[in-house]
C-alpha cells in the first residue's frame, strides 16, 4: 500500500477556484489507479474523479464534469483535482484513494488506500 498525504483544501466564495494535491509515498505509485471522493455531513462518500496509472484516462462525475480535473505526475508522486467554478454543494471533505487494478473504478470499495482528507467550504 501507499500512504497518502492530501492538501490545498481551504474556504473559497462560489465561483472560485482551489487545487488539491495528494502526496504518496512508496516507489510504486505509478502502478496505482488514483481517484478523488467527497463526503459532506450526513451524506455518504461519492466518487469525484478518477485517472489511470498511466495518466491517459480520466473519468468525472456528472455533478462535477467540465469544472473539475483529475492529472498526476509520476515523478512526484503526486495526483492533483483542479477544481473551478466552485459551487456551496462542492462543500465536502475531499479525499484521494489509491487502487492495484487497471483502468477507472468510481466505487469506494475498489481503492486500497486511502488519505486523512481535506476540508473545501464554498460559500455562497
Known amino acids: 500500500q501507499v500512504q497518502l498525504v492530501e492538501s490545498g483544501g481551504g474556504l473559497v466564495q462560489a465561483g472560485g477556484s482551489l487545487r488539491l494535491s495528494c502526496a504518496a509515498s512508496?516507489?510504486?505509485?505509478?502502478?496505482?489507479?488514483m481517484g478523488w471522493f467527497r463526503q459532506a455531513p450526513g451524506k455518504e462518500r461519492e466518487f469525484v474523479a478518477a485517472?489511470?496509472?498511466?495518466?491517459?484516462?480520466?473519468d468525472y462525475a456528472d455533478s462535477v464534469k467540465g469544472r473539475f480535473t483529475i492529472s498526476r505526475d509520476n515523478v512526484k508522486n503526486t495526483v492533483y483535482l483542479q477544481m473551478n467554478s466552485l459551487k456551496p454543494e462542492d462543500t465536502a471533505v475531499y479525499y484521494c484513494?489509491?487502487?492495484?487494478?487497471?483502468?477507472?473504478?468510481?466505487?469506494?470499495?475498489?481503492?486500497?488506500?486511502w488519505g486523512q482528507g481535506t476540508q473545501v467550504t464554498v460559500s455562497s
Open positions: 484513494a489509491a487502487g492495484r487494478h487497471a483502468g477507472l473504478r468510481y466505487s469506494w470499495y475498489d481503492y486500497d488506500s
Open positions: 512508496g516507489r510504486t505509485f505509478s502502478s496505482y489507479a
Open positions: 485517472i489511470s496509472w498511466t495518466g491517459v484516462n480520466t
